[in-house]
């Protein structure tokens, strides 16, 4: 499997469901998600035309950071301990996974720019996943005016694992309004303009609900 067929092939798909509602392909950004795979095939990725990378743990995130020279966007993606930002915050273009005020507090101290995050939020309720209730949100977003170096550029989600196309869409629509929500509060530390959803199973969904960010592992660079 070639990253350089799937990323025609995933290109293709992003195009249809573009057209579909009417949106313009340059509004979404692909983050290729190397967390299962070597830095042969990030690379090779990166030869393909990726030029964003997803990784969702602090030791695969820099081994990659060490060996990849070319410049590219780095985007954090999985859960973040407090006692690991320290290692990546300065290192890392854009965080997904901003879900705490303690993490917060810990990113605001240890980087010395502006760091973009989106704030992850568990639409679906899943005791399993990471991220705020939706009932917290705006809340927890106003709060972060109290930290200089943060700036909430988006929702993150992760939607449930399964093939129910309604519910699929039911969770990224419950996003973009939480998102909507927020963003009319026109906050200055929260522009809160994008929507981080969509994975290998329901990308093309999560484009027709408005995705800006999607994060494809699989079906772009494989898993193993
Ligand atoms: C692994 C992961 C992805 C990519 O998953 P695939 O199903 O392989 O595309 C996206 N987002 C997050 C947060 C992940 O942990």
């Known amino acids: 499997m070639e990253v350089e067929t799937n990323l025609k092939h995933i290109r293709r798909n992003m195009e249809q469901a573009c057209e579909k509602v009417n949106r313009n392909l340059d509004e979404i950004t692909l983050i290729a998600v190397t967390k299962y795979v070597t830095i042969e ?124 196309e309604q519910e699929l869409r039911a969770t990224f629509r419950r996003l973009a309004q939480l998102r909507d929500m927020v963003k009319e509060e026109k906050l200055t530390h929260a522009p809160c303009e994008y929507l981080s959803m969509g994975m290998s199973n329901d990308y093309t969904i999560a484009i027709e609900e408005g995705a800006t960010h999607i994060r494809i592992g699989s079906k772009l660079v494989g898993s193993e």
């Open 41 to 164: 095939r990030t690379e090779e990725a990166i030869k393909a035309g990726i030029t964003n990378l997803g990784e969702n743990r602090q030791e695969g995130f820099l081994e990659k950071y060490e060996h990849i020279q070319d410049n590219v966007q780095w985007h954090f993606i999985g859960t973040l301990q407090s006692r690991k930002v320290k290692s990546v915050a300065d290192k890392v273009d854009v965080i997904h996974s901003l879900d705490r005020t303690s993490l917060a507090k810990e990113i605001n101290k240890r980087t010395n720019e502006l760091k973009d995050c989106f704030v992850q939020v568990n639409v679906s309720g899943e005791e399993s996943k990471h991220g705020l209730s939706p009932k917290d949100v705006l809340s927890f977003v106003k709060e972060m005016e109290k930290f200089e170096n943060i700036r909430i550029v988006g929702l993150m989600t992760m939607a449930p694992h399964i093939d129910d």
